[in-house]
């Protein structure tokens, strides 16, 4: 998590624009924090959302929402210019809508950050040994298939 965030850090604050969003499963940290874009939004994506707490704002003005998992982003068509997706590939059901609904809601020029698991990583080996649960239990997407996948959506990589 540590090493994500560092990564985050160099280029989140540089981003410009209104609407920022971060999706991923219920109990993950915040990853935006570094980012200046004015207005962000947690999508937590749980098997329950009903059963949550309250959608809220944070101190920072973060809006916190909990939404079903595998459902589409709750946004209009070209009104986020920055959609961060930790660890959401690994773990969906299907990977291709969800790159197909970001694009969807990205602005032109916005940017679609991916977190995940390399799978020729020590952690993608480290899965061979422990797949009993997350993230273990994921599927790890390659680099590679992931830019293909983008490039196919157009987005420049």
Known sequence: MAAEKAA???FLP?????IAVQYAFSGTSDMLKPCRIEHKFFLQACEHPEKQPENDTQDDGFQSL?????TFLP????????CLLSHMLEF????HQLLRDSKEI???GGHLVIMGFNPYSSWGLRKL???SRAPWNGHNISVYKIRDWLSLLDFQV
């Not at 540089?14 to 209104?18: A, I, Q």
């Not at 909990?66 to 595998?70: G, M």
């Not at 946004?75 to 920055?82: H, L, N, P, R, Y």
Request: glycine share 6%; proline share 3%.
């Open 92 to 95: 969906s059901d299907e990977p």
């Open 14 to 18: 540089g981003l410009k624009g209104d």
């Open 66 to 70: 909990y939404i079903k998992e595998n």
């Open 8 to 10: 985050l850090q160099k």
């Open 106 to 108: 990205l602005v032109s």
């Open 75 to 82: 946004f209009v068509s070209s009104s986020v210019d920055c």
């Open 129 to 131: 040994f422990s797949r």
